[in-house]
């Protein structure tokens, strides 16, 4: 099996970042009001869909001449009751985080680096506590347990903000 190739900017940006911090920017978890998860006889007829986006990147000057590189990360998972295709689903809970991988810069860095490094490495730094934050939410909530693979992610949407 071939090895993916990396790009000379994503090099760059794996030579230049070094991991300092991730953090839990803002969180939302809930049920629905009509949605008890100890007493529903139908959890097994809900279906779990998850979200991942990068929202974007940010370089921050710090005291003297360094910088930081922060990249906003949204994860998410929610239950829904099976909908007919054309109808919106019905959401029952959701478990919702946003995280910010920080970064220290040790070298100069290009943008287009930066941008290429949030979308195919910055989540691979999220993605423990991501599962982390969304193991104990369903613990808290009664909702069924969801175990997520150490890593997954598929191809990202076009960004905002980056």
């Not at 803002?26 to 009001?33: H, I, K, L, T």
């Not at 008890?36 to 097994?44: I, V, Y």
């Not at 974007?56 to 239950?79: P, T």
């Not at 029952?92 to 040790?106: D, P, S």
């Amino acid at each position: 099996m071939a090895k993916a190739k990396v790009s000379k900017k994503l090099q760059q940006a794996i030579d230049s970042l070094v991991i300092n911090d991730v953090y839990l920017k803002s969180a939302q978890a809930e049920c629905e009001d009509d949605f008890d998860p100890k007493s529903a006889d139908s959890l097994e007829v809900l279906s779990v869909q998850q979200m991942h986006i990068v929202l974007k990147s940010e370089v921050i000057q710090v005291d003297g001449d360094g910088q930081l590189v922060r990249i906003h990360i949204r994860l998410g998972a929610r239950w829904v009751s099976q909908q007919e295709e054309d109808e919106e689903p019905d959401i029952k809970a959701l478990i919702e985080g946003q995280f910010i991988a920080e970064y220290l810069v040790t070298d100069s860095i290009e943008q287009e680096a930066i941008d290429e490094y949030a979308l195919k490495n910055a989540s691979y730094h999220v993605w423990p506590y991501w599962r982390e934050f969304l193991s104990s939410q369903c613990e808290r909530l009664r909702l069924p347990r969801v175990v997520l693979p150490t890593v997954q992610f598929s191809k990202q949407p076009d960004p905002i903000g980056l």
